[in-house]
């Protein structure tokens, strides 16, 4: 088998590993001609299934296997990967392939750049007959010294000159038997009740983020004074809420506090009735449909919302996504799981997009 690719955007594959790693160690990575899969099942916490179209990260893909559709399953580890396009940064040029050494197989990242090295001769004075090096009279300048100087040209930098270095970075992994992964498929969930365009992540992440750290002191505080806190479970929970009116509220209870942040004016994306069981008959009777039919725009009513509970830390986690950009659709199934696809633009003209589906689980109230 073989595997070979220049990569296009190491900023864009840098961001994209790195918000895999904050979700788990280990990434099952399928490649093949069409698409580049990495899925994370981290063993509690969100799962991550992503495919991306090779032209997003990718020049020059090359991949060959006796498999159908050319595929090959690998188990990843994302911490080194992460370190490996880290040190790319500031490349030239850098490519991946599927490599071995002494029998072991290898994500081999090779990274071109380029340093400027000082070069030339050192400046240098020359003195006249009778003068010392500073182009004076040896009789110190005064009187009837000579006041005729040599100039020279001294390019007090140097001369640089371009300098191409190639570093290689091993990842070690492990070749996956397509038997052995045959049996991994998404988590399978109901129609969602909301479907959402979430605001801006990186925002939504330090609202999210300030919450936690709150729900951790006031949990901190409790200890202190002797009190026990409520909730038994390893971390802090958020409540996130919304509905088919535009509107999406973060909250925080604790026994000592009910703080929420809302946003109103969303957009809930139409469905595409093609794309509906039954078609349009399916779509009138979608949950979504029936759940705006509830509420308004305002998010005061407390009609029509759905609502699911995410562990606070592992919630910032997934928004960290929100580095890489792109349109976020939030999914919600009221009180079972919440679904995020983050859609990222091929640069492809008429490409078309990649998807990362996140399923996140909802604690029970």
């Known amino acids: 088998m073989r595997f070979r690719a220049e990569i296009r955007n190491v900023h864009t594959f840098t961001k994209f590993t790195a918000s895999l790693a904050t979700l788990g160690h280990i990434a099952w990575v399928r490649l093949d001609s069409k698409d580049c899969r990495f899925t994370v099942i981290p063993e509690s916490g969100t799962q991550v299934w992503s495919v991306l179209t090779p032209d997003v990260i990718f020049d020059t893909y090359t991949i060959q296997s006796a498999a159908p559709n050319n595929t090959i399953n690998l188990e990843v580890p994302l911490a080194p990967l992460q370190r490996a396009l880290k040190s790319a940064q500031t490349a030239i040029a850098a490519n991946i392939r599927l490599t071995k050494k002494d029998n072991v197989p290898l994500l081999s990242l090779t990274i071109t750049t380029t340093t400027s090295n000082p070069s030339g001769p050192a400046p240098t004075s020359t003195a006249s007959d009778g003068q010392d090096g500073f182009g004076t009279a040896t009789n110190n300048g005064f009187g009837s010294g000579t006041d005729d100087f040599r100039e020279e040209s001294v390019d007090f930098f140097g001369a640089r000159q371009d300098r191409e270095t190639v570093v290689t970075q091993d990842v070690p992994v492990r070749v996956l038997a397509p038997a052995s992964v045959e049996g ?56 996130l809420s919304g509905n088919m009116h535009g509107c999406l509220r973060l909250a925080l209870t604790t026994d000592a506090m009910h703080i929420h942040s809302l946003w109103t004016g969303l957009e809930n994306p139409e469905l595409d009735p093609s794309q509906v069981a039954e078609g349009e008959a399916g779509l009138a009777n979608h949950p979504s449909t029936k759940m705006k039919a509830r509420g308004d725009s305002t998010g005061q009513s407390e009609e029509g919302w759905a609502t699911v509970r995410v562990e606070g ?26 679904i995020l696809y983050v859609f990222l633009a091929s640069e492809e003209v008429g490409g078309a997009d990649s998807v990362l589906t996140y399923y996140i689980s909802s604690y029970s109230a």
């Open 313 to 338: 830390r592992d919630w910032g986690r997934v928004l960290s996504v929100g580095r890489l950009g792109g349109r976020v659709i939030a999914c919600f199934c009221d009180e079972h799981a919440l």
């Open 184 to 239: 991994l498929h998404e988590p399978r969930c109901r129609e969602p009740d909301v479907h959402i365009v979430l605001p801006n992540l990186m925002q939504l992440k330090g609202i999210s983020d300030r919450f936690t750290k709150l729900a951790l002191e006031t949990k901190s505080s409790s200890t202190k004074t002797g009190f026990a806190s409520s909730s038994s479970s390893s971390g802090p929970k958020l409540e």
